[in-house]
């Protein structure tokens, strides 16, 4: 796997092992990337992103590589948070430009309200195994806890058959199929009515 663009384009990252994960394929994460910068007038710099699911870190990484000052990468599995710590390490991160966080991302929410960080961009690519009502819940819960800046982007990563969120924070502006997987961009906010 490969980073697609930024100052780190080309050059490689690990993915953990295993099927507890399945990394964003390079032509999807491109895809993505490119609808993010769209969303930002191509200016990522001043963003704070989190990569809720972070697997081997790949989006957030994307994003670091593409102008985002601080990315926070949250996720449950010990050897994916390795992972993501040696990819960052292997690419000259600077520490203060990410955290990284070994915890399901539900239980994470006091520990990012309490740190004082809002982000800009969040990226759910959850398990296909959970549900979207759950993912949704995170979203909101995130919202709540004061984690997230009212009109940031939310990215979320399904398969093409499951269900959009339906959160009470979130408005669904796009969505794009790629294959097998669809990709749904949602913004931050009260919108009630709209």
């Known amino acids: 796997m ?3 663009g930024g100052i780190w384009k080309g050059r490689s990252i ?5 099927c507890g994960t399945r990394p964003t394929t390079d032509r999807t994460r491109e895809s993505i990337a490119s609808s993010v910068l769209s969303f930002f007038d191509l200016e ?13 870190g790949s989006f957030g990484i994307e994003m670091l590589s593409r102008g985002a000052e601080h990315c926070t990468f949250i996720d449950s599995d010990k050897q994916a948070i390795r992972i993501i710590g040696r990819n960052l390490l292997s690419l000259g991160a600077a520490s203060p430009s990410y955290r990284i966080i070994c915890a399901e991302s539900r239980k994470a929410i006091p520990s990012l309200a309490s740190s004082g960080r ?3 961009l969040i990226f759910l690519d959850p398990p296909y195994a959970m549900d979207a009502v759950e993912v949704a819940h995170l979203v909101d819960r995130l919202y709540a806890a004061g984690c997230v800046f009212v009109d940031a982007l939310a990215v979320y990563e399904r398969t093409a058959g499951a269900p959009s969120l339906a959160a009470a924070h979130a408005r669904l502006i796009r ?11 949602y913004r931050m906010g009260d919108h009630h009515g709209s």
């Not at 690990?14 to 295993?18: C, I, S, Y």
């Not at 990522?44 to 081997?56: K, V």
């Open 118 to 120: 809002r982000f800009d």
């Open 44 to 56: 990522l710099e001043g963003m704070s992103c989190l990569d809720a699911f972070a697997g081997s």
């Open 175 to 185: 969505s794009r199929k790629l294959g097998g997987t669809a990709v749904d961009f």
């Open 2 to 4: 490969r980073v697609v």
């Open 14 to 18: 690990d993915a953990p092992g295993g």
